[in-house]
């Protein structure tokens, strides 16, 4: 599709079932990605890439376990097992994903100080990935999200690419979320819809 952009959220191993914060049925989020990135001229895939001492791994913090919610740069951060790691298995996309139909891999989450849900800022706002100015370069006015997970980094990777100016489509049978707590799927689409997110089938 002339103009608009497929944007592959986190297809990683560590995300997909047997994975260290395993999404339930995310693997089936693969096919339907392989079945999609043919429709347009530009794929791009974000890849959560973390540092072994990141502050939103509860391994880190002596005490605490996953779920539990700390101050991390001043911003409120849930802990999460430890994940996508860097150069790890588990950080690599999954397998069955056809990496041979994405043209640019956006990394996020490097800086152990502040996590990175979205795909085009930290949570902080601070440090842009560099996605939108790759979407502009490539004259993209339009872009469709899908991935994992759709209550964590595919909620805030629509809205900021709404944020951004750019006309934002949900792919919602290509994704699937974490529900930490009952609702939270339903809220994270809820929200998306109010900010102009269009949530398609």
């Known amino acids: 599709m002339k103009n608009r952009a497929l944007i592959l959220v986190d297809l990683q191993n560590d995300f997909m079932p047997g994975g260290s ?3 339930a049925d995310g693997d089936s989020t693969v096919a339907v990605a392989n079945g999609l990135m043919a429709n347009y001229d530009l794929v791009v895939a974000t890849q ?3 540092p072994s001492n990141h502050g939103s791994f509860a391994a880190n913090h002596p005490g605490l376990n996953p779920g539990e919610v700390i101050e991390l740069g001043g911003l409120t951060q849930v802990l999460w097992p430890v994940h996508c790691v860097q150069g790890t298995p588990g950080a690599s996309f999954h397998s069955g ?3 041979g139909g994405i043209h640019a891999v956006v990394r996020k989450g490097e800086d152990p100080g502040v996590d990175s849900y979205s ?8 440090r842009s990935t560099g996605l939108s100015a790759l979407l502009r370069e490539r004259g993209i006015t339009a872009v469709d999200v899908m991935g994992l997970a759709t ?3 595919v909620r805030f990777t629509a809205l900021d690419a709404k944020r951004e100016g750019f006309q934002v489509r949900l792919l919602r049978s290509g994704c699937r979320g974490v ?19 269009v949530l398609v089938d």
Request: net charge negative.
């Open 48 to 50: 959560d890439w973390h």
């Open 97 to 99: 994903l056809d990496v």
């Open 179 to 197: 529900e930490l707590s009952p609702g939270d799927i339903d809220a994270a689409l809820a929200e998306m819809s109010a900010a102009g997110v």
């Open 119 to 126: 795909g085009f800022f930290d949570n902080g706002g601070e």
């Open 151 to 153: 209550d964590y980094c």
């Open 21 to 23: 914060l395993a999404v």
